[in-house]
């Protein structure tokens, strides 16, 4: 019979998992955010280059994120469009890696 002390431990430590997995989530999700708002600003000041048919191009690689992202684009309201993106991206993906680790950190606590 568990005594009240390993109870509130176990309630406790059930709490910190819940906690780690938002808390992972959301600074996965403000780093995805910010590096696609970094990277986006850093070529728009950077500027581009005029292609042989006349068009100015600014950083092509990173535009193919508007095959993505409905909205985005290389330029500046396109950064806040791409933070917003990878924030709810990041943040997805890391509630779900939160939640995966917890599942086996339950599953090795309940093994022993």
Excluded at 58 to 66: D, E
């Amino acid at each position: 019979m568990p005594t009240m002390m390993q109870l509130e431990d176990e309630k406790l430590f059930s709490a910190i998992l819940r906690i780690n997995s938002k808390m992972f989530g959301l600074i996965l999700g403000l780093l995805m955010g910010l590096a696609i708002f970094i990277a986006t600003n850093w070529l728009v000041f950077k500027g581009g280059y005029t292609d042989e048919t006349g068009h100015y191009i600014v950083g092509p690689h990173l535009q193919l994120l508007s095959q993505f992202f409905i909205g985005y684009s290389v330029s500046f309201v396109g950064s806040f469009v791409g933070f917003a993106y990878g924030f709810a991206c990041g943040t997805l993906a890391g509630a779900s890696i939160g939640i995966i680790y917890n599942k086996l950190v339950q599953l090795r606590n309940s093994a022993s």
